[in-house]
T-cell receptor, first 108, second 115 residues
Framework: AQRVTQPEKLLSVFKGAPVELKCNYS??????LFWYVQYSRQRLQLLLR??SRESIKGFTADLNKGETSFHLKKPFAQEEDSAMYYC??????????FGQGTTLQVKP | DTGVSQNPRHKITKRGQNVTFRCDPI?????LYWYRQTLGQGPEFLTY????????KSRLLSDRFSAERPKGSFSTLEIQRTEQGDSAMYLC?????????????FGPGTRLTVL
């Protein structure tokens, strides 16, 4: 079965602390993995995708096929990073399968 | 072009009524997706179009739901005989398919409340 699991509903850290949002997936094949972010009162937007290997707003994510994980990391959290983060995978049809989401709260 | 737009943004209806939502994708995008999101959950795939062809439908899409994309431009999602369980945010996304997996751009959503 195709599934994305984000085990934490809420992650609360202080400004300047490291952040790791966990994502595990189940997929038979080679999926494309994404992180989407939704800031307060804004639409869902792409943060990064594993194939591009970019660092966006200081965030990185490494695909670990052995552990079927795609955790999102940032060394120093900023208050403006507070948002809802969704991990998603896409198979060959293009449709996205999302996790339940993790709310990141960065405290001053 | 300011991105994917959806109308209306909010819809309140009584149980048993029919509702229709519209999505206008980014103009050159040939793929259009519909998702549903309930409170505390991530978006769930409903259906998608490539141009005017509806290529996949989720089992979530009961026979009360119908989607169209005439001429491969805007799309409509209609729900007949609404039920309270249909209350959710309905999201539309569009993308330009190519050799690589395409990036989906999302609209602001239509929030449906069924009383």
């Amino acid at each position: 079965a195709q599934r994305v699991t984000q085990p934490e509903k809420l992650l609360s850290v202080f400004k300047g602390a490291p952040v790791e949002l966990k994502c595990n997936y189940s997929y038979s094949g080679s999926p494309e993995l994404f992180w989407y972010v939704q800031y307060s009162r804004q639409r869902l937007q792409l943060l990064l995708r594993h194939i591009s290997r970019e660092s966006i707003k200081g965030f990185t994510a490494d695909l670990n096929k052995g552990e079927t994980s795609f955790h999102l990391k940032k060394p120093f959290a900023q208050e403006e990073d507070s948002a809802m983060y969704y991990c998603a995978l896409s198979g060959n049809t293009g449709k996205l399968i999302f996790g339940q989401g993790t709310t990141l709260q960065v405290k001053p | 072009d300011t991105g994917v737009s959806q109308n209306p943004r909010h819809k309140i209806t009584k149980r048993g009524q029919n509702v229709t939502f519209r999505c206008d994708p980014i103009s050159e995008h040939n793929r259009l997706y519909w998702y549903r999101q309930t409170l505390g959950q991530g978006p769930e795939f409903l259906t998608y179009f490539q141009n005017e062809a509806q290529l996949e439908k989720s089992r979530l899409l009961s026979d009360r739901f119908s989607a169209e994309r005439p001429k491969g431009s805007f799309s409509t999602l209609e729900i007949q005989r609404t039920e309270q369980g249909d209350s959710a945010m309905y999201l539309c996304a569009s993308s330009l398919s190519g050799l690589a997996i395409d990036t989906q751009y999302f609209g602001p959503g239509t929030r449906l409340t069924v009383l």
